[in-house]
């Protein structure tokens, strides 16, 4: 399976890519710079040479604009796409190994495996790769990442239904089984008829309402604050404008797409359940509700830890990303993932908040990097709890509920302990 020629191939393809990545760092975050060889020139700057668009040595050839950028401006992002072309090849080995247990295990194997398993996780990588460094750099993940990220997984997701993680039990005994929403169980019976379609449009179309710009508060009762939160959707104040200057209030361009596409995807997801094979829609439907576990955990606990902490547990960007991540991966992996983000980012967090004296952390980066750890040791990680699904699968959501309960208690009890004790 393994061939150097292809794998050197691999790493130039990630090296472009982390060119891409570098691109999308600076011109998709909030206060844009104009540092990237493939964006427009800085106005200090009247040419550019052509070797500084190459992969990795055009940072070097850019290193004379340390006055325009900033000193040693160059060394970040030389070292992404050097980064990249790294991972890009460890990843075609990784796959490797993973298509080669599944020729063992399955006469049916397709040759092409590999890549339908290999392509989706590193277009999962590129996106939290700038996610990543946007959130680093201003804390706040652009929409443009998330929202893409999402409506790409559920692409994948259906018309490359070999994409999903492997159970790799499964594998041990000689079958090739990929996961679904309900594994490791077998598939829910009602799982094709028309309600699981039901199910699949409303869950899009609260993606949707949920990822798009708003303003949400209680402050001023539930039906008010539901009224706000309507216009603030639809007619959304401009706070761009003069004080004198008018003009018609409309919602942003970013609402409009989502709700655009929103709309195609019912169309999407009805013409996969009506004419595409079972293994498409299983897939399909399982990415949806994989989006919904990350949305709905983060969530919960952005809200739970608000109420119960008086301040923003997490950044409504979290609960994107964990939404783009569960349509990648499965509720399954987006789970585990939550859970060993703090443990990802501990020795930066602890680093941080000595250096710079900060008690507040980018969560983001650390989902990320959960993520990618999910993947490359997932045959570790579901051996762990395969017994435990296996047996329990059914009582999920309701451990996660008692544990969101707790967490909101135990924060509660520690505002207190801060407010009177240690005040």
């Known amino acids: 399976m393994f061939s150097w020629s ?27 710079r104009r540092i990237s060889p493939w964006g427009p020139l800085p106005e200090e700057i009247s040419h ?20 325009q950028h900033g000193y040693l401006f160059w060394v970040r992002p030389f070292w992404i796409e050097v980064g990249m072309a790294l991972f890009f090849g460890y990843t075609y080995s990784h796959f490797s190994n993973v298509a080669y247990l599944a020729s063992q295990a399955d006469a049916d194997f397709s040759p092409f495996l590999l890549w339908r398993q290999a392509i989706p996780f590193l277009c999962m990588t590129t996106l939290l790769c700038i996610a990543t460094f946007v959130d680093f750099d201003e804390r706040m993940i652009p929409d443009e990442v998330t929202v893409f990220g999402t409506l790409l997984a559920l692409v994948l997701s259906a018309f490359l239904p070999e994409s999903r993680l492997l ?12 996961l679904h929403a309900y594994s490791p169980k077998v598939w829910f019976e009602w ?19 949920a990822s798009m710009p708003k303003l949400c508060t209680l402050r001023f009762g539930l039906q008010r604050g539901l009224q706000l939160m309507l216009a603030s959707v639809i007619r959304p104040r401009r706070h761009s ?30 013409a996969i359940w009506a004419w595409g094979d079972a293994r498409q829609w299983e897939s399909l439907f399982s990415s949806i509700l994989g989006m919904t576990g990350g949305l709905v955990l983060v969530w919960g606990v952005r ?4 109420v119960a902490a008086q301040q923003e547990a997490m950044g409504f960007g979290d609960v994107t990303l964990m939404a783009m991540i569960g349509a ?42 959960g993520a990618i750890i999910i993947v490359l040791f997932w045959e570790t990680v579901w051996g762990r709890i395969y017994g435990v699904l296996n047996e329990q699968i059914d009582s999920v959501p309701f451990v996660l509920m008692l544990l969101l309960s707790a967490m909101g208690g135990m924060l509660f009890v520690w505002r207190i302990i801060k407010e009177k004790i240690l005040a």
Not at 167 to 178: K, P, Q, V
Not at 252 to 270: D, K, N, P, Q
Not at 331 to 347: N, S
């Open 6 to 32: 292809t794998c050197l191939i691999v790493m130039i393809i990630g090296s472009v890519v982390g060119m891409f990545v570098n691109w999308g760092i600076y011109n998709l975050a909030w206060n844009k």
């Open 48 to 67: 550019r040479s052509w070797s500084t668009r190459l992969p990795i040595v055009g940072w070097l050839r850019m290193k004379p604009e340390t006055r």
């Open 167 to 178: 159970d790799t039990e499964a594998l041990l005994n000689g079958e090739l089984i990929h």
């Open 191 to 209: 799982g094709n008829e028309s309600r699981a379609l039901l199910y699949s449009m409303g869950l899009l179309g609260f993606w949707g309402i």
């Open 241 to 270: 404008l003069s004080s004198g200057e008018k003009r018609k209030r409309k919602p942003f361009t970013v609402t409009t797409l989502i709700a655009v596409s929103c709309m195609l995807g019912w169309v999407f997801l009805y």
């Open 303 to 306: 809200i739970i830890g608000s």
């Open 328 to 369: 990648f991966l499965g509720w399954q992996a987006v789970i585990i993932t939550f859970f060993i983000a703090p443990f990802a980012g501990i020795v930066i967090g602890i680093i941080q908040a000595i250096v710079r004296k900060e008690n507040e952390l980018a969560f983001g980066p650390y989902l990320s990097l």
